[in-house]
């Protein structure tokens, strides 16, 4: 079975080493840009990923790429903590979770696939279309330097994000994808350690927010690798680019009076080198991702707010799905209905609820209940309340501990002698 994907970020990259371990091996990855730079700033990776990637074999690699944070807290905009959870092996995983910078996880399995696949990586390779042949194939056609080439498979996998062609091609009505109205400045700094050096923390609300997770341990000055997510309702376009680089000046002065006893947000920004400002932009549900022997993964699919942490883990979840479905099947069709099956409306679901503002319906909760902050929690959001929001986000998005903890494996030899 000749398996063609189409782009190598996180998800097709992880789909390429997920085929290949499942036995599936003529796999070839295209992908527009001419290198592969390993581009962005922190993604977080949940403990639903880590099991994929240690059932993968990879997790060592990965592992060391970043920090494993052992909680997660919320507070208001005036610094007060709203809840707190603990994360990864101490929540009660059998995997932890990881905070790694995005670009040194594509290149990490960009390493691991090249290793694998037999057929380099096709660079400047941008899909303009694709067509089935009437022995069941798909065609695909890319726009390179040099002209058209085109390139032909049993399976066509759009791995191309959130502004994938292959969707378009699907979906030609849809459309640039909605914007919240809020803008995102993403970036990475140097600064002292805060709290236990291993939290993941979210503070504010709707309106403005501030999201920061450690990318390394403490040195010796006690300074750590921060990467910061700084959110606010503001102008713009809504125009999706992970590149646009803009001054941290302005953005630290937005934060000016959020200088907490525990952390300085509007130094904790100016002290980045670059801030990446992106649109927080998502897509809509689809009704069919499979159209023919063509099927979408990852942000192609179902690209979501940021706000549950949880695109990058998809995507590979995706992935494995799709390796396992299509290893397992008895036609390509079979495996592909499998795949959308196990997939489709767990994302729908999940997309639903993360634009519900997901976990951090407890920051939205404080903000309107008690705007000028509160002496004790549990009088404005019950501790059942607040727990009640956290197990339902982890529901919805697969990643309770005793669900996931319990699951089958989607190792398809596993699977077999089961
Ligand atoms: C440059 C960049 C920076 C990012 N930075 C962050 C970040 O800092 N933090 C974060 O949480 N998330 C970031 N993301 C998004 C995050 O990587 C994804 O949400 C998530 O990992 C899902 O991965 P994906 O493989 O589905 O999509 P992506 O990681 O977006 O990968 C899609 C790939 O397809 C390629 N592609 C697009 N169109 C075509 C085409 N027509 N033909 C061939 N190839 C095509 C793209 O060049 C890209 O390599 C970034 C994405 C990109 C592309």
Do not use: C
């Not at 996180?10 to 091996?25: M, P, Q």
Request: hydrophobic share 45%; charged share 20%; aromatic share 6%.
């Amino acid at each position: 079975m000749k398996i063609i994907i189409v782009g190598a970020g996180i998800g097709g990259l992880a789909a390429a080493v997920s085929l290949h371990e499942a036995g599936l091996r003529d796999v070839v990855v295209y992908e527009r840009s001419t290198a592969i730079r390993g581009l962005g700033v922190g993604i977080n990776l949940l403990p639903h990923a880590l099991r994929e990637l240690t059932e993968l074999g990879v997790a060592e690699t990965i592992a060391a790429l970043g920090v494993a944070p052992t909680s997660l807290s919320y507070f208001n905009r005036h610094g007060q903590r709203i809840w707190s959870e603990p994360r990864g092996i101490a929540a009660g995983y059998r995997w932890p979770q990881l905070s790694v910078h995005r670009g040194r996880l594509q290149l990490a399995l960009r390493d691991l696939a090249e290793a694998r696949l037999a057929e380099p990586i096709r660079l400047g390779h941008r899909l303009v279309g694709v067509a089935a042949n009437p022995d069941g194939t798909e065609t695909a056609r890319f726009a390179t330097e040099d002209g058209e080439v085109e390139a032909t498979g049993d399976v066509i996998v759009g791995a191309d994000g959130i502004h994938s062609a292959l969707r378009a091609l699907r979906h030609p009505a849809e459309g640039a994808p909605p914007w919240s109205g809020l803008t995102l400045w993403r970036g990475v700094s140097r600064i002292p350690a805060f709290l236990d050096g291993r939290t993941m923390i979210m503070a504010g609300d709707g309106e403005q927010k501030f999201v920061a997770y450690p990318l390394s341990e403490p040195d010796q000055d006690g300074r750590m690798l921060v990467n910061f997510i700084a959110e606010r309702r503001a102008g713009g376009t809504g125009d999706a680019d992970w590149n646009r680089s803009v001054d941290p000046g302005p953005i630290a002065e937005l934060f000016r009076d959020w200088r907490f006893d525990w952390l300085d947000v509007p130094a904790a920004i100016a002290a980045a080198d670059e801030i990446l400002e992106y649109p927080m932009v998502d897509r809509d549900a689809l009704a069919q991702w499979t159209f023919g022997r063509t099927t979408l993964l990852g942000d192609a699919a179902h690209a979501m707010y940021p706000n549950g942490s949880n695109g990058g883990s998809q995507a590979i979840l995706d992935a494995r799905t799709l390796a396992f479905h299509l290893a397992s099947a008895g036609t390509v069709e079979e495996g592909l209905a499998g795949y959308e099956q196990a997939r489709r409306p767990a994302m729908t679901a999940l997309l639903a609820g993360t634009r519900a503002t997901g976990p951090e319906r407890v920051m939205q909760l404080a903000a309107e209940r008690a705007p000028q902050g509160f002496t004790d929690i549990d009088e404005v959001i019950p501790l059942a309340e607040r727990e009640k929001i956290a197990a339902d986000y982890k529901a919805t998005a697969g990643f309770l501990p005793s669900v996931l903890n319990e699951r089958a494996s989607l190792t398809p030899q596993a699977e077999a002698s089961r």
